[in-house]
């Protein structure tokens, strides 16, 4: 217990940030599609020589629409998830029954911000995007693992989160403003939510034996599994959308190829970079040495 955060820091923190969907989205706020949305370390369509600028870049938007929606999508298995958290200790502490339902509220906040989003994005870009889904049967599918399992795999996505727009987005100049945007204020209350996830892993951890604990490392890898599937899904998807808004069909090795890095920016994007970070990997390994070693050793095919 090193981070030395607390329910009660964290929801004097959050309770300080407070948006509407109506301030950051609407009207004349909306997306410049002359500039891409991703930035290129997460996107990886730059590395597709074989499409033109332009082409380059509708796919680049095409992964922002998939990358809001997808975070849509996996938000509604985490609100649920905490409603379930949260009631059972209703009575026991103050600051954490509040912290966790802002927490909550705000993940409610977001998955409707992202249906907006789509709805401009579609309008605007003129071509209908297909997303995995539908997100009930997303949600039952992870929720049907142990309570560790699926709190692993939040805080996994929490830091991915944290991750994408510190190292990549903040400081990015060439990134349509509107979309930055809403990057910014979905990063501004993730903050708090790996924080509270970190307090959630480890309370949930110290009610588990080891034989608990060690399946609720497995269940977070069959939920990654479960992810990566829907990211082969997801790639296709998006290529398919390229090809319906350019027209043009790729040779078989080009389409081969552009499955191949994208699969794999997606890999980077919604697995290894969460994977990988080093808040994840400490709060594991806390709980769980092997399981540290465990994922550190399989990282790198999602990198
Ligand atoms: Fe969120
Ligand atoms: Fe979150």
Partial sequence: MAHGYT???TLATSEKITWRIEDIIGGAKSLDFRKPFMPETLAR?????FLSPAEQKT?????GHAYLSIF???EEFILPFLLDQTRPQLQKNDHETRALLNFASE????IHLFKVFRAE???DFGHHCDVIGPPEAIAKAVLAHSPLGVALAILMIEWMTQRHYLDSIKDAQDLDPQFKSLLKHHWMEEAQH???DTLLVEEIAAKCSPAEIEQGVGDFLKIGMFIDGGLEAQTKFDLEALARVTGRAL??????????VQRQANRWTYLGSGMTHPDFLATLGEISPAGRKQVEGIAPAFC
Avoid: C, M, P, W
């Fill in 59 to 63: 796919l680049n938007q095409i992964r």
């Fill in 251 to 260: 040779s078989e090795s080009h389409a081969r190829e552009a499955f191949e």
């Fill in 7 to 9: 329910y009660q820091d």
């Fill in 194 to 196: 790996a924080k509270l």
């Fill in 45 to 49: 369509t730059q590395a597709l020589g």
């Fill in 107 to 110: 993940e409610a906040k977001h």
């Fill in 121 to 123: 994005f579609e309008r």
């Fill in 72 to 74: 849509g999508v996996v």
